[in-house]
């Protein structure tokens, strides 16, 4: 099992920093994605990848504001956003991703095996 937590509201500009924490297995054995969901849209491909190792990758979109770190200990992987603008407004999910090599970053949501519940974040002023 996956739980989100720490979405919310926050103004542009602002940063947030929503945690993934796995329950029934070790998330070391597992690429951690970020994907999200914005209103009224299809759920997008994946933003950011912590890899099994704590390597991080995010899509070009996202970047240079986004990143993705772990903490294997605690079982639980964080998303930090930062600069936040009102389009990155949605519903942010972790899933994770059997991997066979631990540096692997899994890019199709349909490689991912286990999906939390999504936790809402909202940048408005």
């Known amino acids: 099992q996956l739980v989100e937590s720490g979405g919310g509201l926050v103004q542009p500009g602002g940063s947030l920093r929503p945690s993934c924490a796995a329950s029934g297995f070790a998330l070391r054995d597992y690429a951690i994605g970020w994907f999200r969901q914005a209103p009224g849209k299809e759920r997008e491909g994946v933003s950011c990848?912590?890899?099994?190792?704590?390597?991080?990758y995010c899509v070009d979109s996202v970047n240079d504001r986004f990143t993705t770190s772990r903490d294997n200990a605690k079982n639980t992987v964080y998303l930090q956003m930062n600069s936040l603008k009102p389009e990155d407004t949605a519903v942010y999910y972790c899933a994770a991703a059997p991997v066979q090599y631990t540096d692997s970053f899994p890019l199709r949501d349909y490689e991912y095996d286990y999906w939390g519940q999504g936790t809402q974040v909202t940048v408005s002023s």
């Open positions: 990848i912590s890899s099994s190792d704590g390597r991080a």
